[in-house]
């Protein structure tokens, strides 16, 4: 079998409410609340958890789960620090100590306080790998995430003609299925006119292209496949996954393509573990920090040509019955900003038939991606099995 | 320039003082391999062409074209609310790097990939900047 190939499943999944405004408790607190349902979903004690990955920038570490859960005996411990690309990241760095045989049932687990705490816009530079941007750009006005990526998207619509309405089909798709989902932070409908409407952060993105700052928790259970056969809930196989890093991974200004991120090079890797195609794929969330990242991943990940991305996601074709429905909960734009974790726990739902309003009919493959620090990719194809 | 309100400062390390030195001459210094001769920004020790640590600084030409850039008008940091909106363009350099630098003079509106431009150093700010090629 090639790879990492079926040899593990997510087994259980969990997230607290998310929202903005009064705090509902710490970054552990909401960690541990989303551990918790994970586990519980999967049928497990929390006990029986032997590896855990902590997503969290430092706040949350591996031996808090001793402490609070009573482990006794943690067998593995990891972190996979590529911003938005740690959750999916994770997955196979789970999935390659349980083939090795080192743990059974590893914690993925991220609380944050982006809205009631730090707030997340204005404080990445604290993280070592901003270090390069920190001492050469930010002095001169380059400080947030907005103003570091808004070149890509510049160039992007320079040299494809991609245009700021292309992007806001992005966002008023996302926030509609936000408010099928019915746990999301933003639940009030938009429109195109609204997102253009919506004040310039840093040209081309304007507030709506911007994700969230949100409060929650989430978290996922993946376990050895041949575990999961026998648990709680449908089993959900991770049948391909990869990380891949962008050339001038640390500072974009010197990238030799400025529109091409990280996933471009993990993608094709993770499609032939899977053994499928991107007509196969049902289901698709797609980091969404940005409304533009979203775009461009949808290239490089090869759903269509570079290029070709403002097209590709017009006329309503990410929305449900469109040609590939995205971020079906409202991902980080309209659910809650959780690095990803819910558009993992949101993949699982879809296809395990738990979809609710925004369920696509008869989803049994699809594709959960990553997006960090600068460009970092990382993507995860699953199938129900 | 603005006030009591601090810019975010830069701590520089070792392996790039000397272009900060520089900027304080008024000079934006690229460095350059010793051994293959291939430029690299921002600064770092080693080549990532050949592996040397040898290495020595060149003051950039001044020539620059426009790849990209975004004009910013939400106020990210307190120090730059008085320069809202502002241009910070990202240029290539004939000397084969990037500079990103932001754009004095000139309406942003204006700019296109391939745009010549002049790069120099604010003696008001110390930092690169970026203005319309005579």
């Known amino acids: 079998m090639p790879g990492l190939r079926d040899v593990a499943a997510i087994t259980g999944i969990g997230e607290t409410s998310y929202r903005r405004g009064e705090a509902q408790g710490s970054s552990l607190s909401l960690t541990l609340q989303a551990s918790l349902a994970a586990i519980a979903d999967a049928g497990l004690y929390p006990r029986d958890i032997d590896g855990v990955i902590p997503i969290a920038s430092g706040a949350v570490v591996a031996e808090d789960f001793i402490t609070n859960f009573g482990i006794p005996d943690l067998r593995f411990s990891a972190t996979t620090p590529m911003g938005g690309a740690s959750p999916v990241a994770a997955i196979q760095c789970a999935a390659a100590a349980i083939a090795a045989g080192i743990c059974r049932h590893v914690l993925l687990p991220i609380g944050r306080t982006g809205y009631s705490g730090a707030r997340i816009s204005t404080r990445v530079h604290q993280m070592p790998q901003f270090r390069?941007?920190?001492?050469?750009?930010?002095?001169?006005?380059?400080?947030?995430?907005?103003?570091?990526y808004a070149p890509m998207a510049r160039r992007h619509m320079e040299m494809f003609g991609t245009t700021s309405r292309q992007l806001a089909e992005i966002a008023?798709?996302?926030?509609?299925?936000?408010i099928l989902n019915g746990n999301a932070a933003m639940t009030k409908p938009i429109s195109i006119?609204?997102?253009?409407?919506?004040?310039m952060i840093s040209d081309p993105l304007r507030l709506l292209d911007c994700s969230l700052e949100?409060?929650?928790?989430?978290?996922v259970v993946i376990s050895a496949a041949d575990a999961a056969r026998d648990m709680r809930r449908p089993r959900v196989l991770v049948s391909g996954m990869a990380e891949g890093h962008p050339d001038s991974p640390s500072v974009i200004t010197q990238r030799p393509e400025l529109t091409r991120l990280g996933i471009a090079k993990a993608a094709p890797r993770a499609f032939a573990m899977a053994g499928v195609t991107h007509a196969d794929i049902d289901v698709a969330e797609i980091y969404d920090c940005f409304t533009y990242i979203v775009l461009c991943q949808l290239e490089d990940l090869g759903f269509c040509a570079k290029g070709e991305g403002g097209a590709f996601v017009e006329g309503g074709a990410l929305g449900l019955g469109g040609r590939l429905p995205v971020n079906t909960h409202g991902g980080l734009l309209s659910q809650a900003h959780m690095a990803g974790m819910n558009h993992i726990v949101e993949l699982v739902r879809q296809l395990r038939g738990d979809g609710g309003a925004a369920q696509v009919a008869g989803a049994e493959i699809g594709v959960v991606t990553g997006y960090g620090d600068m460009g970092d990719g990382s993507i995860a194809i699953m199938r129900r099995g | 320039m603005s006030g009591a309100i601090e810019r975010p400062r830069a701590e520089p390390s070792a392996d790039t003082q000397p272009y900060w030195d520089g900027l304080a001459r008024g000079e934006i210094l690229l460095q350059r391999c010793g051994e293959c001769g291939k430029f690299r920004h921002y600064p770092r020790p080693m080549c990532d062409g050949c592996f040397s640590f040898a290495h020595g600084w060149v003051a950039a030409s001044g020539e620059a074209t426009v790849h990209s850039w975004t004009v910013t008008h939400h106020p990210f940091h307190p120090a730059f609310r008085p320069l809202l909106p502002y241009a910070l363009v990202t240029v290539d350099l004939p000397e084969g790097v990037r500079v990103l630098a932001p754009l004095e003079g000139g309406d942003p509106a204006d700019l296109r990939i391939g745009m010549r431009l002049r790069l120099g150093v604010d003696a008001a700010t110390g930092l690169p900047v970026l203005r319309g090629a005579a």
């Not at chain 1, 390069?132 to 570091?148: D, K, R």
């Not at chain 1, 008023?172 to 936000?178: C, K, L, M, P």
């Not at chain 1, 949100?214 to 978290?219: I, L, P």
């Open chain 1, 132 to 148: 390069v941007v920190g001492e050469f750009e930010m002095p001169m006005g380059g400080i947030a995430p907005a103003q570091l």
């Open chain 1, 172 to 178: 008023v798709t996302t926030r509609n299925h936000a």
């Open chain 1, 193 to 199: 006119e609204d997102h253009q409407d919506s004040r």
């Open chain 1, 214 to 219: 949100s409060d929650g928790g989430a978290a």
